[in-house]
């Protein structure tokens, strides 16, 4: 299965996105899938006894992102307010042993090839090395990715490395330190770049750049972060804004879209799309030329190949239709669907006698139901049917 579409979303009545075509089924008429899901409810079950994470669309969700811990030590204005969040109880969240029991029947019995480890901030939790490591023990060749945000990577890095972590991903939007306090609230840009250079030194690698451009405020520094991560041989992915901040401020209309990401690289660079599958990656990668006249110091012959760059329009170029993710929170509840405002909890029937296999049809259920799109039946986030989830970022796990 393809990505649904590489061109932006054609915009519809009012600036909203048109919906656009997913290449799927159509959804089955009400009450052929069983009861519509609840927040907290079982679940329709999923037919037939295919033991992956299947659902009505013929999508199978190979890569599980857990969520360890709700908490961040930044207070990003994208994701969440300036006075943070009420973050969960200690009791509330997964216990190591539950996170290394979920990862096993994810891989086991679903069939799960990738584990990205998340938050809110995964180096707030004390226990990261021994959860790492007790995962890399049950499973020598899982390929085990975490996203942090760098602040206290550099003191962790060589311990997660020999604990088993494959490689991470570091949440940076600049590289000027002025637009990194305005964006995260703290002034701990030198903090993230210790880290990021101790990862590097600890082979964490590729090591891959998240950042989000917002309008007005770091999307002309683009080109400027795309340099400095090409030089590092770092792998830079620009993530359009999503309606997933606490705030609920976010509006479609002043968003950085991909295209004009494209268009603020395209003044210092050649931008092709890269001929590699995408198979499933929420990123579409481009390969990075020199230009004649850069207008960056990237000191390259004209043509020659300086790297890749990865845009993930989730927004105006959704790829709904090859997801292939599980998300599990911090405090154990599926979600299928990133925009999703439904929820199937797990961690009552982990903390019940209940057996592996009846956690893991549970799970089946639950990706059964995942919807079309978007948490709704189509793409279109910004539309006025879309309801924006009540949980931030943060709170979901990326």
């Known amino acids: 299965m393809t990505c ?13 996105s048109a919906p656009v075509s997913l290449g799927l089924p159509t959804i089955p008429a009400p009450g052929t899938s069983g009861p519509e899901t609840a927040h907290g409810t079982v679940p329709p079950p999923a037919p037939g006894d295919d033991p992956r994470l299947v659902d009505r669309f013929g999508r199978v969700a190979t890569d599980l992102r857990i969520s360890l811990i709700d908490k961040c030590n930044l207070r990003c204005t994208y994701c969440m307010p300036a006075d943070g969040l009420a973050w969960l109880p200690a009791e509330r969240l997964l216990t190591a042993g539950e996170i290394r029991r979920l990862v096993r029947i994810a891989v086991d019995t679903h069939g799960v090839r990738e584990l990205r480890l998340t938050g809110g901030e995964p180096l707030v939790r004390k226990d990261l090395v021994e959860i790492i490591a007790s995962i890399r023990a049950d499973h020598p060749d899982l390929p085990i990715s975490m996203t942090t945000n760098g602040v206290g990577l550099a003191a962790k890095a060589g311990a997660l490395a020999e604990a088993g972590l494959s490689r991470i991903n570091v949440s940076l939007d600049t590289i000027h330190a002025e637009s990194f306090a305005k964006l995260t609230r703290r002034n701990f840009f030198h903090k993230v770049l210790e880290g990021i250079e101790a990862a590097d030194a600890a082979g964490l690698r590729p090591i891959k750049i998240n950042a989000v451009l917002l309008r007005g405020v770091n999307d002309t520094e683009a080109a400027d972060l795309l340099d400095w991560s090409l030089e590092r041989g770092f792998e830079l992915r620009f993530i359009e ?9 976010w509006t479609r209309t002043n968003m950085v879209t991909a295209e004009d990401t494209r268009e603020l690289l395209r003044t210092h660079y050649d931008l092709s799309v890269s001929p ?11 390969v990075v030329r020199a230009l004649p006249d850069p207008g960056v110091g990237t000191g390259a012959a004209p043509g020659e190949v300086l790297g890749t760059v990865g845009i993930i329009a989730s927004v105006t170029e959704p790829f709904c239709a090859d997801c ?23 961690t009552a029937l ?37 309801v924006q989830p009540d949980r931030s970022m943060s709170a979901i796990g990326g």
Request: include cysteine; proline fraction near 5%; hydrophobic fraction near 35%.
């Open 4 to 16: 649904s579409t590489h061109s932006a979303t054609p915009a519809g009545p009012g600036g909203a």
């Open 350 to 386: 982990l903390r019940s006698d209940a057996t592996d296999a009846q956690v893991a049809d549970r799970w089946r259920a639950a990706m059964w139901a995942k919807p079309r799109a978007h948490g709704m039946d189509h793409t279109g986030l910004g539309d006025q049917d879309f």
């Open 241 to 249: 804004q999503m309606p997933l901040d606490a705030d609920h401020g």
């Open 276 to 286: 590699d599958a995408r198979d499933g990656a929420p990123a579409e990668r481009y």
């Open 324 to 346: 292939r993710r599980t998300r599990i929170t911090a405090e154990g509840k599926i979600m299928s669907c990133l925009f999703s405002r439904e929820e199937t909890d797990l």
